[in-house]
């Protein structure tokens, strides 16, 4: 079945550190994979999208990277502030006429200063 | 502009009550999308308006969930006979044109109690 694995323990990193999160999926062929940004108590807020030809995006001190051979993206956040601690979702697409985005669960990050 | 709104913020309701959640999309947003989001679980696809086609209501969990779109703008998303399992977060979401690559914008999502 697909799947869609991030990684399921909270992340703790101190201030001025690089967090660098994981999105893993299975049986999957997307076109396009989307990062977005949940606060407690809010909804998910839209942070990078990247296309299944782009190895790259970056976005001020966010960079992800889509590697459709391993399977997996990486999201960094570069030069950590306490302000960056939520929870990080990454979302699949195939595109085409599948219009639906395929979540995964999510990983908390928390900065410490 | 304004974003995407939702109304009520919280509603404590009684088990075996019907209760209807309202959404408010972006202007000019042609895709709407419901989801429910549980504690410690990701976010779970309800049902999918775009523009004048018939929704996609493949995540829907059971009969008693419904919901429709007047107009192409608002919707309304309307659980019948609740029960505690439904008690959860829903969001809605609007986009542009509802690809695959179009961001979606969320509402600050309405929290369901059931009793």
């Known amino acids: 079945s697909q799947k869609i694995e991030q990684n399921s323990e909270a992340l703790n990193i101190q201030e001025g550190k690089t967090a660098t999160l994981t999105c893993n999926y299975t049986?999957?062929?997307?076109?396009?994979l989307q990062w977005y940004r949940q606060d407690p108590g809010r909804g998910p807020v839209f942070l990078l999208l990247i296309r299944e030809n782009e190895k790259e995006k970056r976005k001020e001190r966010l960079k992800v990277t889509f590697d459709t051979t391993l399977k997996q993206s990486l999201f960094h956040i570069t030069a950590s502030q306490p302000a960056d601690s939520a929870t990080y979702l990454c979302?699949?697409?195939?595109?085409?006429?599948?219009?639906?985005?395929?979540w995964g669960l999510g990983t908390s990050l928390a900065v410490n200063p | 502009g304004a974003g995407v709104s939702q109304s009520p913020s919280n509603k404590v309701t009684e088990k075996g009550k019907d209760v209807e959640l309202r959404c408010d999309p972006i202007?000019?947003?042609?895709?709407l999308y419901w989801y429910r989001q549980s504690l410690g679980q990701g976010l779970e696809f309800l049902i999918y308006f775009q523009g004048n086609s018939a929704p996609d209501k493949s995540g829907l969990p059971s009969d008693r969930f419904s919901a429709e779109r007047t107009g192409g703008s608002v919707s309304t998303l309307t659980i019948q006979r609740t029960q505690q399992e439904d008690s959860a977060v829903y969001l809605c979401?609007?986009?542009?044109?509802?690809?695959?690559?179009?961001?979606?914008?969320f509402g600050p999502g309405t929290r369901l109690t059931v009793l």
């Open positions: 979302a699949l697409a195939t595109g085409g006429n599948n219009r639906k985005l395929i």
């Open positions: 202007s000019g947003h042609t895709a």
């Open positions: 049986n999957y062929s997307p076109a396009y």
């Open positions: 979401a609007s986009s542009l044109s509802g690809g695959g690559s179009d961001t979606q914008y």
